[in-house]
């Protein structure tokens, strides 16, 4: 893994970006919802939705090997972790625990108080706990798609 960096993501990243998560969420996440609910979760992070997303008030992370993508995360307004995937050959390498880190250092130098929350699919709920991120209500529903809220707080140095 020393081999691997990870930089901030631009617009000219949005298809690959979009062809990670929607594999993954494909593979995952998406097979508990119902129909409207996988259409709407899929059609959200379609490399359209992303570039926005890029364009917009959320900052990417990529971790990249050897120019491949192996993972990405996002974050909204330096306080709620969009998402967090990592391709399945990188998956419990401790990529995700880098990326998360990078990101979370960041929002805090941008003025966090140290306060982050994330919606987390329940297949990802177990990796979020690592991370230190605790359930704050139980799994919610919203348009076909469920999810879990939590929260961090981390202690500013």
Avoid: C
Wanted: charged content about 20%; hydrophobic content about 45%.
């Amino acid at each position: 893994m020393s081999g691997i960096s990870i930089r901030t993501g631009t617009v000219g990243d949005a298809e690959r970006i979009s062809a990670l998560v929607l594999a993954l969420s494909v593979e995952f996440i998406v097979n508990e919802f119902n129909a409207p609910g996988r259409a709407h979760f899929l059609a959200d992070h379609t490399p359209d939705a992303v570039r926005a997303r890029l364009a917009g008030d959320f900052r990417f992370h990529l971790a990249e090997d050897a120019g491949a993508l192996a993972g990405v995360a996002a974050i909204r307004s330096s306080a709620h972790l969009y998402y967090l995937f990592v391709d399945k050959p990188y998956q419990r390498t401790g990529l995700a625990a880098r990326l998360w880190a990078h990101a979370r250092d960041e929002a805090l130098a941008s003025g966090n108080p140290g306060n982050f929350t994330v919606n987390a699919s329940n297949y990802a709920i177990a990796a979020y706990e690592k991370l230190g991120f605790r359930r704050t209500q139980s799994t919610q529903e919203k348009s076909g798609v469920l999810y879990n809220p939590m929260k961090l707080v981390v202690a500013r140095p």
